[in-house]
């Protein structure tokens, strides 16, 4: 019989190592995200929370997350159908979801680390200017996610993935707060926060430095009206705003990620675990108001 040094009983020895056996297992535990069950229109459905869905933006963000939603949130969503095309060289699958329940999730973005890192510039007097904050999912929505890729050594290889939020022409539920930040005085000041409505986000496989595409359906001020003239007038810019919005640099591992749950998708896989996010600060649900 083999014992540990001050320990006097076999039973101790297995009592250790079965503690040490479950802590391993909850450090493992803790090293993934959630994990989002896929039905694809079939068999059971599986409803999945929005913070599940979601959870893809503390992966690309490369500033620290906190995830805010509202107190009795039933947001959930679902992947209703799969489709695919290939010519033995090339795929192409779609699959659409949609967003069903109540309420609203927020992921703040803590930018301090920004402005520290252009502190000098600041103080200069210069500015930082379109800055991603916050991205946004309220109420019920529909879209999809398109797949493109290649066969590899009879390996499917995604280089494409595309969530799409506006299908069937319904509104986009997603929308993303940008703001610039300015010297002045010696102080850093918040100026010009908008509100842009999201259409898509596209990830690439690419050389060079990660990045997202994002295309707008409507950007207007965060204190503008709701009316039809307002409303207007922020869809005309949304569209211009297309032409000069330059693709967001994201983390590689949240790009990564991305990929990862294009081929789930591409191939029906069942379940699809995200890893898990270093920069996710908290998850918070604010009390009733």
């Known amino acids: 019989m083999i014992f540990l040094h001050g320990t006097k009983s076999p039973y101790r ?41 979601m959870y893809f933006v503390p992966l690309i963000s490369p500033e620290p997350v906190s995830v805010l939603t509202n107190a009795g949130n039933t ?3 679902r992947v209703l159908s799969f ?5 033995g060289v090339n795929f192409h699958a779609t699959c659409e979801f949609d967003f069903t329940g109540t309420g609203s999730q927020q992921n703040i973005l803590d930018n301090s680390g920004k402005i520290r890192q252009h502190q000098r510039e600041l103080q200069a007097g210069d500015s930082i200017k379109h800055v991603l904050s916050a991205i946004t999912v309220a109420g019920t ?3 999809d996610v398109e797949i493109g890729g290649v066969f590899t050594n009879g390996q499917c290889q995604v280089n ?6 506006n299908r069937h022409g319904r509104a986009s539920p997603v929308s993303i707060d940008l703001e610039d930040y300015c010297g002045r005085n010696g102080e850093v000041q918040v100026e010009n926060p908008v509100v842009a409505r999201v259409n898509t986000l596209t990830f690439q496989r690419m050389p060079g430095t990660p990045k997202m595409e994002v295309s707008l359906a409507s950007i207007k001020r965060k204190d503008a009206g709701n009316g039809l003239w307002q409303n207007f007038l922020g869809e005309i810019k949304g569209v211009t705003a297309n032409l000069f919005l330059p693709p967001l640099k994201i983390e590689p ?8 749950f294009g081929l789930a998708l591409a191939t029906k896989t069942p379940e699809f675990t ?14 009733a108001s």
């Open 13 to 53: 020895l297995v009592a250790l190592l079965g503690f040490l056996l479950a802590a391993g297992q909850a450090i493992a535990a803790a090293a993934s995200g959630p994990t989002l069950h896929l039905d694809y229109g079939e068999g059971v459905p599986h409803d999945n929370a929005i913070s599940t869905f």
């Open 83 to 87: 489709s695919c095309q290939t010519n």
């Open 141 to 143: 929505g529909r879209g």
């Open 75 to 77: 947001q959930c969503a």
């Open 274 to 287: 995200f890893p898990f996010a270093i920069r996710l600060k908290a998850a918070s649900v604010p009390p």
């Open 160 to 165: 494409l993935v595309r969530l799409r939020f």
């Open 253 to 260: 591992e949240g790009q990564q990620a991305m990929l990862e």
